[in-house]
Protein backbone atom coordinates (compact mmCIF):
# COMPACT_ATOMS: atom_id res chain seq x y z
CA UNK A 1 0.00 0.00 0.00
CA UNK A 2 1.66 2.96 -0.93
CA UNK A 3 -0.70 5.64 -0.67
CA UNK A 4 -0.57 9.02 -2.56
CA UNK A 5 2.47 8.85 -5.15
CA UNK A 6 3.44 11.59 -7.14
CA UNK A 7 5.72 11.71 -10.62
CA UNK A 8 8.53 13.34 -11.35
CA UNK A 9 9.23 14.35 -7.79
CA UNK A 10 11.63 17.59 -9.70
CA UNK A 11 11.83 18.54 -12.67
CA UNK A 12 13.22 21.56 -14.12
CA UNK A 13 12.01 23.63 -17.74
CA UNK A 14 12.57 26.18 -19.80
CA UNK A 15 9.50 28.68 -20.70
CA UNK A 16 7.11 27.44 -23.29
CA UNK A 17 7.68 23.64 -22.44
CA UNK A 18 5.05 21.05 -21.69
CA UNK A 19 4.76 18.05 -19.01
CA UNK A 20 2.45 16.31 -16.90
CA UNK A 21 2.82 15.54 -13.35
CA UNK A 22 1.26 12.25 -12.28
CA UNK A 23 -0.76 12.07 -9.15
CA UNK A 24 -1.43 7.80 -8.39
CA UNK A 25 -3.51 6.75 -4.93
CA UNK A 26 -3.92 2.76 -4.49
CA UNK A 27 -6.87 3.42 -2.22
CA UNK A 28 -9.50 3.10 -4.25
CA UNK A 29 -10.28 7.14 -3.31
CA UNK A 30 -13.36 8.74 -5.25
CA UNK A 31 -12.09 12.60 -4.52
CA UNK A 32 -8.45 13.87 -6.16
CA UNK A 33 -7.02 17.25 -5.32
CA UNK A 34 -3.68 19.33 -6.99
CA UNK A 35 -2.39 21.98 -5.17
CA UNK A 36 0.26 24.45 -5.64
CA UNK A 37 2.79 26.42 -2.72
CA UNK A 38 4.52 28.71 -3.41
CA UNK A 39 7.78 29.85 -0.77
CA UNK A 40 6.30 30.45 2.53
CA UNK A 41 2.49 30.12 1.51
CA UNK A 42 -0.14 28.13 1.82
CA UNK A 43 -2.24 25.64 -0.65
CA UNK A 44 -3.69 26.74 -3.47
CA UNK A 45 -6.17 24.75 -5.23
CA UNK A 46 -5.59 24.26 -8.54
CA UNK A 47 -7.87 21.58 -9.94
CA UNK A 48 -9.90 18.76 -8.10
CA UNK A 49 -12.14 15.88 -9.09
CA UNK A 50 -14.43 14.32 -7.31
CA UNK A 51 -14.67 10.58 -9.23
CA UNK A 52 -13.53 9.11 -12.18
CA UNK A 53 -14.06 11.21 -15.39
CA UNK A 54 -15.14 14.29 -13.57
CA UNK A 55 -12.81 16.93 -12.88
CA UNK A 56 -13.49 20.92 -11.84
CA UNK A 57 -11.30 24.22 -11.19
CA UNK A 58 -10.20 25.53 -8.68
CA UNK A 59 -9.04 29.07 -7.05
CA UNK A 60 -6.05 29.30 -9.49
CA UNK A 61 -6.68 26.69 -12.58
CA UNK A 62 -5.45 29.11 -15.62
CA UNK A 63 -2.09 27.34 -17.29
CA UNK A 64 -3.55 23.81 -16.30
CA UNK A 65 -5.41 21.13 -17.37
CA UNK A 66 -6.41 18.01 -15.51
CA UNK A 67 -7.64 14.25 -16.33
CA UNK A 68 -9.30 11.41 -14.75
CA UNK A 69 -9.34 8.68 -17.01
CA UNK A 70 -8.84 6.25 -14.32
CA UNK A 71 -10.07 6.37 -10.58
CA UNK A 72 -6.17 5.46 -9.51
CA UNK A 73 -4.91 8.27 -11.34
CA UNK A 74 -4.89 12.41 -11.64
CA UNK A 75 -2.69 13.92 -14.08
CA UNK A 76 -1.96 17.45 -14.17
CA UNK A 77 -0.71 18.98 -17.55
CA UNK A 78 1.39 22.49 -18.38
CA UNK A 79 1.03 23.46 -22.24
CA UNK A 80 3.22 26.01 -21.85
CA UNK A 81 5.38 26.55 -19.03
CA UNK A 82 5.72 30.21 -17.19
CA UNK A 83 8.30 31.07 -14.98
CA UNK A 84 5.04 32.00 -12.79
CA UNK A 85 4.66 28.38 -11.98
CA UNK A 86 7.78 27.53 -10.74
CA UNK A 87 6.35 25.87 -7.55
CA UNK A 88 5.81 22.91 -5.38
CA UNK A 89 2.75 20.77 -6.46
CA UNK A 90 0.99 18.88 -4.25
CA UNK A 91 -1.86 16.06 -4.80
CA UNK A 92 -4.08 14.81 -2.25
CA UNK A 93 -7.05 11.85 -2.47
CA UNK A 94 -9.52 11.06 0.24
CA UNK A 95 -12.51 8.96 0.21
CA UNK A 96 -16.43 10.25 -0.35
CA UNK A 97 -17.84 7.11 1.79
CA UNK A 98 -19.34 9.32 4.61
CA UNK A 99 -18.87 6.34 7.09
CA UNK A 100 -15.03 6.79 6.99
CA UNK A 101 -13.52 8.77 9.18
CA UNK A 102 -12.53 11.16 6.30
CA UNK A 103 -8.47 11.56 6.82
CA UNK A 104 -6.87 13.28 3.60
CA UNK A 105 -3.62 11.80 2.06
CA UNK A 106 -1.15 13.64 0.63
CA UNK A 107 2.01 13.02 -1.82
CA UNK A 108 5.49 14.13 -0.99
CA UNK A 109 4.67 17.03 -3.21
CA UNK A 110 6.60 17.81 -7.14
CA UNK A 111 9.10 20.93 -6.82
CA UNK A 112 8.95 21.98 -10.71
CA UNK A 113 11.18 25.15 -11.54
CA UNK A 114 10.44 26.93 -14.83
CA UNK A 115 13.49 29.26 -16.12
CA UNK B 1 -16.97 30.79 -2.33
CA UNK B 2 -15.69 29.03 0.42
CA UNK B 3 -13.06 30.92 2.42
CA UNK B 4 -10.86 29.97 5.01
CA UNK B 5 -8.95 32.22 7.42
CA UNK B 6 -6.00 31.32 10.13
CA UNK B 7 -4.97 33.53 12.60
CA UNK B 8 -2.43 34.53 13.80
CA UNK B 9 0.17 33.91 10.26
CA UNK B 10 3.15 33.97 13.01
CA UNK B 11 3.16 33.02 16.64
CA UNK B 12 6.16 33.05 18.51
CA UNK B 13 5.78 30.98 21.60
CA UNK B 14 8.29 30.27 24.50
CA UNK B 15 8.42 26.92 25.79
CA UNK B 16 6.15 25.98 28.20
CA UNK B 17 3.08 28.63 27.54
CA UNK B 18 0.08 27.55 26.04
CA UNK B 19 -1.08 29.29 22.54
CA UNK B 20 -4.10 28.90 20.22
CA UNK B 21 -4.52 29.38 16.80
CA UNK B 22 -7.73 29.98 15.59
CA UNK B 23 -9.85 29.13 11.62
CA UNK B 24 -12.50 30.38 10.52
CA UNK B 25 -14.53 29.76 7.76
CA UNK B 26 -17.29 31.47 5.41
CA UNK B 27 -19.99 28.25 4.34
CA UNK B 28 -21.36 24.58 6.09
CA UNK B 29 -18.45 22.54 5.82
CA UNK B 30 -18.36 18.32 5.71
CA UNK B 31 -14.99 18.19 7.38
CA UNK B 32 -12.18 20.07 8.92
CA UNK B 33 -8.56 18.93 8.84
CA UNK B 34 -5.47 20.01 10.96
CA UNK B 35 -2.17 19.66 9.44
CA UNK B 36 1.53 20.54 10.37
CA UNK B 37 4.39 21.07 7.77
CA UNK B 38 7.80 21.30 8.14
CA UNK B 39 10.40 23.06 5.85
CA UNK B 40 10.39 21.33 2.56
CA UNK B 41 8.45 18.66 3.67
CA UNK B 42 4.80 17.69 3.00
CA UNK B 43 2.06 17.61 5.17
CA UNK B 44 1.65 15.28 8.23
CA UNK B 45 -2.03 14.75 9.12
CA UNK B 46 -3.00 15.65 12.80
CA UNK B 47 -6.64 15.72 12.94
CA UNK B 48 -9.68 15.73 11.00
CA UNK B 49 -12.70 16.87 12.94
CA UNK B 50 -16.33 15.53 11.47
CA UNK B 51 -19.07 17.26 13.48
CA UNK B 52 -20.25 19.84 15.76
CA UNK B 53 -18.39 19.85 19.38
CA UNK B 54 -15.69 17.79 18.12
CA UNK B 55 -12.55 17.65 20.22
CA UNK B 56 -9.63 15.55 19.42
CA UNK B 57 -6.63 15.83 21.28
CA UNK B 58 -2.73 14.14 20.48
CA UNK B 59 0.10 15.40 23.07
CA UNK B 60 0.43 18.41 23.81
CA UNK B 61 -2.21 19.36 20.87
CA UNK B 62 -5.88 19.69 20.92
CA UNK B 63 -8.35 20.70 18.27
CA UNK B 64 -11.71 21.11 18.59
CA UNK B 65 -14.78 22.54 15.67
CA UNK B 66 -17.66 24.78 16.45
CA UNK B 67 -19.66 24.24 13.16
CA UNK B 68 -22.29 26.72 14.41
CA UNK B 69 -19.49 29.57 14.86
CA UNK B 70 -17.54 27.95 11.93
CA UNK B 71 -14.58 27.90 14.00
CA UNK B 72 -11.79 25.82 14.87
CA UNK B 73 -9.35 26.32 17.29
CA UNK B 74 -5.81 23.88 17.88
CA UNK B 75 -4.50 24.61 20.98
CA UNK B 76 -0.89 24.66 22.21
CA UNK B 77 0.09 23.07 25.53
CA UNK B 78 3.21 24.29 27.74
CA UNK B 79 4.68 24.33 23.81
CA UNK B 80 8.43 22.67 23.10
CA UNK B 81 10.84 23.24 20.56
CA UNK B 82 9.62 20.35 18.29
CA UNK B 83 6.51 22.03 17.69
CA UNK B 84 8.05 24.32 15.57
CA UNK B 85 6.27 24.23 12.43
CA UNK B 86 3.59 25.61 9.76
CA UNK B 87 0.31 24.74 11.04
CA UNK B 88 -2.96 24.22 8.35
CA UNK B 89 -6.53 24.07 8.60
CA UNK B 90 -8.03 23.04 5.82
CA UNK B 91 -12.17 22.74 5.35
CA UNK B 92 -13.98 20.41 2.50
CA UNK B 93 -17.21 21.93 1.95
CA UNK B 94 -20.70 20.12 2.19
CA UNK B 95 -21.76 20.44 -1.38
CA UNK B 96 -19.47 20.06 -4.52
CA UNK B 97 -16.33 18.70 -2.13
CA UNK B 98 -14.11 21.35 -2.80
CA UNK B 99 -10.71 21.46 -0.33
CA UNK B 100 -9.93 24.54 0.34
CA UNK B 101 -6.39 25.66 2.97
CA UNK B 102 -5.76 28.31 5.32
CA UNK B 103 -3.10 30.28 4.91
CA UNK B 104 -1.64 28.69 7.41
CA UNK B 105 -0.02 29.77 10.89
CA UNK B 106 4.36 29.67 11.22
CA UNK B 107 5.08 28.51 14.56
CA UNK B 108 8.03 28.83 15.91
CA UNK B 109 9.52 27.88 19.98
CA UNK B 110 11.75 29.60 21.72
CA UNK B 111 13.63 28.14 24.36
Known amino acids: NAGVTQTPKFRVLK???????????????????????DPGMGLRLIHYS????????????DGYNVSRLKKQNFLLGLESAAPSQTSV????????????????????????TVL | ELKVEQNPLFLSMQEGKNYTIYCNYSTTSDRLYWYRQDP???LESLFVLLSNGAVKQEGRL???LDTKARLSTLHITAAVHDLSATYFCAVLKAAGNKLTFGGGTRVLVKP
Not at chain 1, 18 to 34: F, G, K, P, R, V
Open chain 1, 15 to 37: TGQSMTLLCAQDMNHEYMYWYRQ
Open chain 1, 50 to 61: VGEGTTAKGEVP
Open chain 1, 89 to 112: YFCASLTGRAANTGELFFGEGSRL
Open chain 2, 40 to 42: GKS
Open chain 2, 62 to 64: MAS
